[in-house]
């Protein structure tokens, strides 16, 4: 595992406050669908588990809008400064 993707999980189950190994099993229980037998471990699994994907879409979107405004500025720039060379 890269170093830099074991620092972001490593901070993230620290976040939700869980062990490493368990916030990377319920990613990985979630990614496949999965649901354990012991209701008990699935109810104190869900709480932080259901969350995570709704901040990382939240945070993905508002990168997305930064870089379409960012582009979009960069367009208009390069737009007035080509009229006013006459280009």
Known sequence: MP???HDELATAAETEGVSLNQYITSALAEAVDWEPG?????????????AAPGRVTWLALAVNLAV???AGAVAVTLLVVAWQQGL
């Open 68 to 70: 379409v405004i960012v």
């Open 38 to 50: 012991d209701e008990r471990e699935s109810s104190r699994r869900r709480p932080w588990n259901r």
């Open 3 to 5: 170093a830099s993707l």
